[in-house]
């Protein structure tokens, strides 16, 4: 069964830092063959994407929306199977729910899900992300 679990929210002041975790599991192939991407969720909004980390074959490029450019990092460490999303800087903007989330190809995940034109079929239960003073 696939599995992603995100950890690693809180609490924090704005100008404060927290790093998410994504662990991957049960993924039929090897976890660096996967593209994964970071999206979130503020209240009473839609889901949105905020950063994707390529896979092997696109030489794990990054992406991210402009308004966490300079602030957030992506990362992968595909040994470990675990994906990272390094938040800087924080700004009460960025309060939402933060999920992993991945397109594994239609003999894996669920139901596909788009953001814009980008699609997903597996995503984490989400860790809550608070910027407030």
């Known amino acids: 069964e696939v599995q992603l679990v995100e950890s690693g929210g809180g609490l924090v002041q704005p100008g404060g830092s927290l790093r998410l975790s994504c662990a991957a599991s049960g993924f039929t192939f090897a976890f660096n063959t996967y593209a994964m991407s970071w999206v979130r969720q503020a209240p009473g909004k839609e889901l949105e994407w905020v950063s994707s980390i390529n896979s092997a074959a696109g030489a794990f490029d990054t992406f991210y929306t402009d308004s966490v450019k300079g602030r957030f990092t992506i990362s992968r460490d595909n040994a470990k199977n675990t994906l990272y999303l390094q938040m800087n800087s924080l700004k009460t903007e960025d309060t939402a729910v933060y999920y992993c989330?991945?397109?594994?190809?239609?003999?894996?995940?669920?139901?596909?899900?788009?953001?814009?034109?980008?699609?997903?079929?597996?995503r984490g239960q989400g860790t809550q992300v608070t910027v407030s003073s």
């Open positions: 989330a991945g397109d594994l190809g239609s003999q894996e995940g669920g139901t596909y899900f788009f953001i814009g034109q980008r699609r997903y079929n597996c």
